[in-house]
């Protein structure tokens, strides 16, 4: 299946209108391609997974998370999955598709899918995701095997503010302590890796909101300042249509990680798609970055 395949021409031209322009009015463009994409993933497989909702994994009311199994799963490896949202808004569901489209495709891969959410700004402030991400761990490492996962091969994807806060997790020393993360991987789609308010970034507000407002701290706080130090296999995806700086950043941690171990992580430009599409496509026919992700997986189970 090729890029952007499994979409009709209309929706295909309006990707390509869209692409170059995708930073000047987010939103609108969110909503067009989550629109592009409903009849896709309403369609798509899910008869052979079941779902179990808002497990509690933390005493707060949005420190629950979605199970997603196979009837028969036993000893699969556990995919947590930590949607976005500029660290102020987004639910781990949107709509009954996004994001559960990421769970279910795994979940058809003979993973367990962990769908998690987690406190927001501005009433939680870094490091909370984080936090929450080890908390969601720490639930997935005691309960994975009561639902047919293997609790020694627990992998983390992040989305957008959800891959800040599981670099977060896994990289930065003032959240992971002196144990370390107890995970076997990362997957990183279109992470916000810095904390930055730069004039062309369009969500600096929602940075602030999170990290605050001495922007002189912005950098101790950035997970990409830390991810050198780690040995922690990763796989960072960007999109050919990102954010503003997102891209830049994904590429920046690559190169400190590849410099540091003298080896390159895996790393995937997806061609086409933006910041949105490269979560709403998966559990669709266009299985591009599904594959290399899996791939991945397997490579580090």
């Given at each position: 299946?090729?890029?952007?395949?499994?979409?009709?021409?209309?929706?295909?031209?309006?990707?390509?209108?869209?692409?170059?322009?995708?930073?000047?009015?987010?939103?609108?463009?969110?909503?067009?391609?989550?629109?592009?994409?409903?009849?896709?993933?309403?369609?798509?497989?899910?008869?052979?997974?079941?779902?179990?909702?808002?497990?509690?994994?933390?005493?707060?009311?949005?420190?629950?998370?979605?199970?997603?199994?196979?009837?028969?799963?036993?000893?699969?490896?556990?995919?947590?999955?930590?949607?976005?949202?500029?660290?102020?808004?987004?639910?781990?569901?949107?709509?009954?598709?996004?994001?559960?489209?990421?769970?279910?495709?795994?979940?058809?891969?003979?993973?367990?899918?962990?769908?998690?959410?987690?406190?927001?700004?501005?009433?939680?402030?870094?490091?909370?995701?984080?936090?929450?991400?080890?908390?969601?761990?720490?639930?997935?490492?005691?309960?994975?095997?009561?639902?047919?996962?293997?609790?020694?091969?627990?992998?983390?994807?992040?989305?957008?503010?959800?891959?800040?806060?599981?670099?977060?997790?896994?990289?930065?020393?003032?959240?992971?302590?002196?144990?370390?993360?107890?995970?076997?991987?990362?997957?990183?789609?279109?992470?916000?890796?810095?904390?930055?308010?730069?004039?062309?970034?369009?969500?600096?507000?929602?940075?602030?909101?999170?990290?605050?407002?001495?922007?002189?701290?912005?950098?101790?706080?950035?997970?990409?300042?830390?991810?050198?130090?780690?040995?922690?296999?990763?796989?960072?995806?960007?999109?050919?249509?990102?954010?503003?700086?997102?891209d830049v950043y994904g590429a920046e941690l690559f190169f400190?990680?590849?410099?540091?171990?003298?080896?390159?992580?895996?790393?995937?430009?997806?061609?086409?798609?933006?910041?949105?599409?490269?979560?709403?496509?998966?559990?669709?026919?266009?299985?591009?970055?599904?594959?290399?992700?899996?791939?991945?997986?397997?490579?580090?189970?």
């Open positions: 299946m090729e890029v952007l395949g499994n979409l009709p021409a209309p929706a295909r031209r309006q990707f390509a209108e869209i692409g170059p322009v995708w930073g000047r009015d987010i939103p609108r463009h969110r909503d067009l391609v989550l629109q592009l994409y409903r009849p896709l993933l309403a369609a798509a497989p899910k008869s052979d997974v079941r779902v179990i909702r808002d497990i509690a994994y933390g005493a707060d009311p949005r420190q629950v998370l979605d199970v997603y199994r196979q009837p028969s799963a036993s000893g699969a490896p556990v995919v947590i999955f930590v949607h976005g949202g500029a660290f102020v808004r987004g639910d781990k569901d949107i709509d009954g598709e996004v994001y559960a489209n990421v769970l279910y495709y795994f979940a058809r891969h003979d993973f367990l899918g962990l769908n998690m959410e987690y406190r927001r700004a501005p009433e939680f402030k870094y490091p909370c995701g984080g936090q929450d991400v080890a908390a969601a761990v720490d639930w997935a490492r005691r309960h994975a095997r009561e639902h047919g996962g293997d609790p020694e091969r627990i992998f983390l994807v992040g989305h957008s503010a959800g891959g800040t806060h599981v670099a977060t997790y896994a990289y930065d020393p003032a959240v992971r302590g002196l144990v370390g993360p107890e995970v076997k991987g990362l997957v990183l789609l279109s992470a916000r890796l810095r904390a930055d308010a730069l004039p062309g970034n369009p969500n600096a507000d929602a940075v602030r909101a999170y990290f605050g407002s001495d922007e002189s701290k912005y950098d101790q706080l950035s997970p990409v300042m830390h991810g050198a130090s780690s040995s922690l296999p990763v796989f960072i995806a960007i999109a050919e249509y990102e954010n503003p700086y997102l400190r990680i590849a410099a540091a171990r003298g080896r390159a992580p895996r790393f995937l430009r997806l061609p086409r798609h933006n910041h949105i599409s490269i979560v709403a496509h998966l559990n669709t026919e266009e299985d591009i970055l599904g594959a290399e992700i899996r791939d991945f997986l397997a490579t580090e189970c």
